[in-house]
């Protein structure tokens, strides 16, 4: 399974950024797609993921960051408004395919002040 993200890039705090995700290869059955971040020297957050059963969001993103995941067609999009420079991170695509979870090599978001 491959992961094609995009989108990462520097902006200005309070504004906005769209990563996109998509998924291919050897497919059997995606079941939860979604964004994590990760920071230097932290583990690796959930930002918000599209699973059979809900969406999910960090309550640290609620209300700024939409996502729109279709798990039949593999891909993810995350809309983030009203960007803050704590959002600073590389962000990464996953999805769970199966059992397994796959990640991609993740896009940097800085936001600066």
């Known amino acids: 399974v491959q992961l094609q993200a995009s989108g990462g890039g520097l902006v200005q705090a309070g504004g906005s950024l769209r990563l996109s995700c998509a998924a291919s290869?050897?497919?059997?059955?995606?079941?939860?797609i979604g964004w994590y971040r990760q920071v230097p020297g932290k583990q690796r957050d959930l930002v918000a993921v599209?699973?059979?059963?809900?969406?999910d969001y960090a309550d640290s993103v609620k209300g700024r960051f939409t996502i729109s995941g279709d798990l039949a067609k593999k891909t993810a999009d995350l809309q983030m408004n009203n960007l803050k420079p704590e959002d600073t991170a590389v962000y990464y695509c996953?999805?769970?395919?199966?059992?397994?979870?796959?990640w991609g090599q993740g896009t940097l978001v800085t936001v600066s002040s």
């Open positions: 290869g050897k497919i059997i059955s995606i079941n939860r």
């Open positions: 599209v699973s059979n059963a809900a969406t």
């Open positions: 996953t999805v769970r395919n199966g059992w397994r979870d796959y």
